[in-house]
């Protein structure tokens, strides 16, 4: 496979993952409305720590570095985060 081949797939791939990141975000407003119903506060720490833990096990069992995979998580949690906070009116996103 070529050079340009390689690329295209990656290209692809990378769209495929902003998909995904995409869906992962939208989530964030159910989210926030069943933390509200359940009066629990927008950082759940506890679930943050479990994410980051499965992920990490998941990225493990694929060959991949489990801390930079779970860096990588962090950044989607502190997304989403921020997203409910914006939700909720606390929030500084546009």
Do not use: Y
Request: zero cysteines; glycine letters at 4%; aromatic letters at 2%.
């Amino acid at each position: 496979m070529q050079l340009k081949q390689i690329r295209a797939r990656i290209e692809k791939i990378d769209a495929h993952i902003l998909n995904l990141i995409d869906q992962r975000t939208a989530l964030a407003k159910d989210v926030l409305d069943a933390k509200k119903a359940e009066s629990m506060p927008i950082n759940d720490a506890e679930q943050n720590k479990v994410v980051l833990e499965r992920v990490a096990n998941l990225a493990t069992e694929r060959g991949l570095d489990g801390e930079e995979v779970k860096r990588i998580f962090e950044i989607l949690i502190k997304m989403n985060i921020e997203r409910q906070h914006e939700m909720s009116g606390e929030g500084n996103l546009p």
